[in-house]
């Protein structure tokens, strides 16, 4: 094809302009709706569960807009460069844009759900030892009187004797940790993952032998704190931690998760 046949005007020139412009606006318009969630956090003009809220009609209405702006746009983007159209740059970029937008509208609130048969307990505080939970003690002031209470089991929808056995029976893996080796050695590795991991540390003395932090998930900037202790049993070192979310019931498992992370860098190093 010469190119006066290729800038010759054709008759799919229109309907492929209108199919382009249709893809880009409905993946910016998901892309936005769902980028708008966290955006209303960051910038104050909501808190977290307007934010969830936005985040489950995204989830809900995602799938068939995620769909249609991929069959949709890759036809376009098809049938654009086979009929190399003149305006098939511009209708490959509109096509293009719209689908990566409808793909992250799509799948950020995707990834908010838990993957298939799995179901996470009701519950934000998690520790190593239910029987004798770490306390907190430096973190306390930066909490405000509206976040979660720190006494183990003493959420409304749990008492420590369930809060225990909903943790065992979720997260059975997460035990205490025991290591033959010296206290500092333990400390400082301890201390050295606590600053891979980016925690915020609020206190750590070797002497009292805790670490105390601040953890921010990075979507909802949700704060969660952590506190590790150090303690002896026959000349061995026992680490404990405990991770608990200053908002919310559930955590969606990232409090165990946030522990494990800690424990395979503590274990690895």
């Known amino acids: 094809m010469n190119i006066s046949q290729a800038n010759r005007p054709n008759k799919l020139d229109l309907p492929l302009r ?7 606006l409905l993946g910016a318009g998901l892309g936005l709706y769902t980028l708008s969630s966290v955006a209303g956090i960051w910038l104050g003009a909501w808190d977290f569960r307007t934010g969830l809220g936005i985040l489950r009609t995204a989830n809900s209405i995602g ?23 003149s305006s098939r740059r511009k209708l490959v970029s509109y096509s293009a844009i719209g689908i990566v937008a409808a793909s992250a509208g799509y799948f950020i609130p995707e990834s908010f759900r838990p993957p298939e048969g799995v179901s996470y307990p009701m519950i934000h505080d998690i520790s190593t030892n239910t029987d004798y939970p770490p306390e907190f003690v430096d973190v306390l002031p930066l909490r405000g009187s509206t976040s979660n209470s720190v006494v ?22 997460l035990v205490e940790r025991v290591y033959d080796e010296r206290h500092a050695d333990v400390y400082r590795r301890a201390l050295n993952a606590v600053n891979e991991l980016g925690w915020e540390i609020v206190s750590a003395d070797f002497d009292s032998r805790r670490i105390e932090a601040t953890d921010t998930t990075l979507w909802f900037r949700f704060k969660d704190d952590i506190v590790i202790t150090f303690g002896t049993r026959s000349n061995q070192v026992v680490v404990n931690a405990r991770s608990t979310s200053r908002v919310g019931i559930g955590d969606f498992g990232t409090n165990a998760n946030r522990l494990r992370a800690f424990f395979a860098l503590l274990d690895a190093s």
């Open 18 to 24: 209108l199919g382009a412009l249709l893809v880009l």
């Open 152 to 173: 183990y089991g003493g959420a409304d929808n749990v008492t420590a004797e369930e809060l225990a056995a909903l943790t065992k029976e979720a997260y059975p893996d």
């Open 63 to 85: 799938e068939p807009i995620f769909w249609a702006s991929v069959l949709l746009g890759c036809v376009v983007i098809l049938l654009s460069m086979l009929l190399s159209l």
